[in-house]
């Protein structure tokens, strides 16, 4: 929806995706780390990787501690590119942005909002089992912290229509003023 009004979205979701590609250093240092046996078909498993990261705090501090630099040099690159082609509004679309100990590098913080059960509903809904939807949200700060933590809170638990407004006010009043 910010994207629709007008704001350059830089994504660490994608950036993760991005730094470990074939081919590149995060590729090889997963690899190393973890083994060959994490790979299929010439490409990092990221669901047997998940799996394993997911039931495995050790094992998810050694994947962060590999991918999180790269995501950051990644999404600083894209913030340049954006900041270079006069782009008015970047945001930076990081789910674990208070677990990394970022929010202080932003002007602002925005939580998107939903109650756990309703995240385990979503994930579901989109085929992830139950147990690892489960270990994702646990794996993460609670989705209250965020909320009481962050300047800027979109309620996303209700109607497309109900969520629209509210980031539009959102856009208008603090974004773009």
Do not use: C
């Not at 780390?33 to 495995?56: M, N, S």
């Amino acid at each position: 929806m910010l994207r629709d009004l007008g704001a350059e979205i830089v994504d660490a979701d994608e950036a993760a995706h991005a730094v470990y590609e074939p081919g590149t250093p995060g590729f090889d240092a997963l690899v190393r780390e973890f083994g060959p046996h994490y790979v299929r078909d010439g490409r990092i498993d990221r669901a047997r990787l998940g799996e394993l990261v997911f039931a495995d705090a050790d094992a998810r501090r050694r994947l962060n501690a590999i991918v999180h630099p790269m995501v950051r040099e990644w999404m600083t690159e894209r913030t340049a590119e954006a900041l270079r082609r006069d782009v008015d509004v970047v945001v930076h679309d990081v789910p674990l942005l208070y677990e990394g100990g970022l929010q202080s590098l932003y002007a602002t913080v925005i939580v998107v909002y939903v109650p756990e059960p309703v995240q385990l509903e979503r994930l579901t809904a989109r085929g992830v089992p139950v147990d690892r939807a489960t270990a994702m949200i646990t794996s993460q700060m609670p989705i209250d912290e965020k909320r009481a933590l962050a300047r800027h809170v979109i309620d996303n638990s209700g109607t497309r229509e109900a969520t629209r407004e509210q980031v539009e006010r959102l856009w208008s009043d603090v974004l773009v003023r």
